[in-house]
Nanobody
Framework: EVQLQASGGGLVQAGGSLSVSCAASGFTFDDYAIGWFRQAPGKEREGISCIRRTSTGTDYADSVKARFTTSRDSAKNIAYLQMNSLKSEDTAVYYC?????????????????WGQGTQVTVSS
């Protein structure tokens, strides 16, 4: 069974930092780029980052570009999203998703697998 398990969310004060993780299983992790998405109540899903399967490139939404960093560990089949200088508007459920080989995308429909999200709440 394919699984993408996001974890590490929680409550953090504005200006603080938080790291969330995405543990993958059931598919060949190194063949897929990993995208991060978020969705706040009443808003549509937003693609915020992706990392290529080879870790040779990344892409970020303008809203997070200077503050968030994504990485991956092939030995552990885990992708990470390090979030710094958090703002109240970053409050959302964060999801990870896997895109087919050769794709680094922040478009939801480009992704083949996805999992349950983890809640991140930033206090004002």
């Amino acid at each position: 069974e394919v699984q993408l398990q996001a974890s590490g969310g929680g409550l953090v004060q504005a200006g603080g930092s938080l790291s969330v993780s995405c543990a993958a299983s059931g598919f060949t992790f190194d063949d897929y780029a990993i995208g991060w998405f978020r969705q706040a109540p009443g808003k549509e899903r937003e693609g915020i980052s992706c990392i290529r399967r080879t870790s040779t490139g990344t892409d970020y939404a303008d809203s997070v570009k200077a503050r968030f960093t994504t990485s991956r560990d092939s030995a552990k089949n885990i992708a990470y999203l390090q979030m710094n200088s958090l703002k109240s508007e970053d409050t959302a459920v964060y999801y990870c998703a896997a895109a087919a080989r050769g794709v680094c995308s922040r478009v939801w429909s480009d992704h083949r697998y996805w999992g349950q999200g983890t809640q991140v709440t930033v206090s004002s």
